[in-house]
């Protein structure tokens, strides 16, 4: 169709929904996206802006580990794809949430979470099967070469003044392969049937307050 767009015709939607929730892809590793056209615009109006990826959620304190608390912390970097399935969030010892990320903005590294205590931790964010993108600003449209930071640099800049680097890759996932698994006790089970949905954390967006817990010990 010109411009770098394709028009991809399926025999039935949900063929066309199963390839676009299967997101991201990509062609000799550079960024596709894909979305629904419904035929009765011109095809100059599309924007192509938005990509779903599952993003690994690391560091998160065992206390915290839970959809409501990771679905808060990912706010901050687009829209989370609900509904979330809560084998598909657990990834073991991290957590995974479905989210649908501006491409033209940079990719978040991870958030400071303060508690009420004063203390802080860092979550580290990890995406799965991540395209080329720029490690000089973070941005999936370019690559290193054709970042405005480098080329206005005029090849002065050396490479530890990247930002951004291989450490947003998260590694493929395979629930299979989980290295941890939970495993709930009789008091557990009787407490998550009876807590009230009141008791659930509300983290805000630039310093969660997560001290909502019931006050479980944990031993490691
Ligand atoms: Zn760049």
Redesign the pocket.
């Given at each position: 169709m010109g411009d770098h767009i394709l028009l991809f015709i399926f025999d039935n939607k949900s063929e066309a929904d199963r390839v676009i929730s299967s997101e991201p892809w990509s062609f000799d590793k550079h960024m596709v996206l894909f979305q629904h056209y419904n035929g009765e615009v011109p095809i100059r109006n599309l924007v192509f802006d938005k990509a779903c990826f599952w993003v690994q959620l690391h560091d998160i304190p065992v206390k915290f580990m839970n959809i409501e608390v990771a679905k808060k912390l990912c706010d901050v970097i687009g829209e989370v794809c609900e509904p979330l399935d809560k084998a598909d969030c657990d990834g073991g010892g991290f957590m995974r949430i479905r989210v649908s990320i501006d491409v033209n903005q940079?990719l978040c590294r991870g958030r400071v979470v303060m508690r009420k205590n004063g203390s802080q931790f860092w979550v580290a964010f990890k995406y799965e099967r991540l395209p080329n993108?720029?490690?000089?600003?973070?941005?999936l449209?370019?690559?290193?070469k054709?970042?405005?930071?480098?080329i206005n640099s005029k090849g002065r800049l050396s490479n530890d003044a990247k930002q951004f680097g291989p450490s947003l890759r998260a590694p493929p996932f395979f629930p299979s392969q989980r290295s941890v698994v939970s495993v709930p006790g009789i008091f557990s089970s009787s407490k998550a049937n009876t807590r009230k949905p009141t008791e659930e954390s509300s983290p805000e967006t630039s310093t969660p307050d997560m001290e909502t817990d019931g006050g479980n010990e944990y031993l490691m």
């Amino acid at each position: 169709m010109g411009d770098h767009i394709l028009l991809f015709i399926f025999d039935n939607k949900s063929e066309a929904d199963r390839v676009i929730s299967s997101e991201p892809w990509s062609f000799d590793k550079h960024m596709v996206l894909f979305q629904h056209y419904n035929g009765e615009v011109p095809i100059r109006n599309l924007v192509f802006d938005k990509a779903c990826f599952w993003v690994q959620l690391h560091d998160i304190p065992v206390k915290f580990m839970n959809i409501e608390v990771a679905k808060k912390l990912c706010d901050v970097i687009g829209e989370v794809c609900e509904p979330l399935d809560k084998a598909d969030c657990d990834g073991g010892g991290f957590m995974r949430i479905r989210v649908s990320i501006d491409v033209n903005q940079p990719l978040c590294r991870g958030r400071v979470v303060m508690r009420k205590n004063g203390s802080q931790f860092w979550v580290a964010f990890k995406y799965e099967r991540l395209p080329n993108l720029c490690y000089w600003c973070g941005c999936l449209t370019h690559s290193d070469k054709d970042c405005a930071i480098w080329i206005n640099s005029k090849g002065r800049l050396s490479n530890d003044a990247k930002q951004f680097g291989p450490s947003l890759r998260a590694p493929p996932f395979f629930p299979s392969q989980r290295s941890v698994v939970s495993v709930p006790g009789i008091f557990s089970s009787s407490k998550a049937n009876t807590r009230k949905p009141t008791e659930e954390s509300s983290p805000e967006t630039s310093t969660p307050d997560m001290e909502t817990d019931g006050g479980n010990e944990y031993l490691m």
